[in-house]
């Protein structure tokens, strides 16, 4: 579900599911206080704007999430950390402090998620590396 949605947003999948692992831990029942709910955490708001009538519905929750996401990059030029601030904090909040909000929560969440991120892709590649050198 992660690699469709990625795909058809044109995202990097690994970005995805960093944000989904430290949103919910890939549980798709999850709920947060402020109303969150499933794998992207998605509040009631940003579900219904993108299309998610269930946000329980693993495969409806990631599309809608991989739709927002894409928004939030497209609104902040591509810039992964503030975008990924943004899916925090709220698109209002980063613009307003002209970068990264200096909340607790927001800064904690932006380093968890684009440390998660970069690690993905190291993963990710290093195969493809050991191949080319033959090892």
Not at 41 to 58: M, V
Not at 114 to 127: E, K
């Amino acid at each position: 579900m992660v690699a469709v949605s990625a795909d058809q947003y044109q995202i990097n999948p690994q970005l995805v599911h960093a944000i989904i692992k430290v949103e919910s831990g890939y549980n798709t029942n999850a709920r947060s206080p402020k109303g969150a709910k499933g794998l992207m955490q998605l509040i009631p708001e940003i579900a219904r704007k993108f299309g998610a009538k269930n946000p329980f519905n693993p495969q409806q929750n990631i599309s809608a999430g991989v739709a927002y996401l894409k928004h939030l990059l497209g609104v902040f030029s591509g810039d992964v950390s503030l975008s990924v601030a943004a899916y925090n904090a709220g698109p209002s909040a980063v613009l307003r402090y002209g970068g990264i909000p200096n909340y607790p929560e927001t800064t904690d969440y932006v380093h968890k998620v684009t440390t998660l991120y970069q690690q993905r892709l190291l993963d990710s590649v290093a195969p493809l590396l050991a191949m080319k050198s033959g090892g």
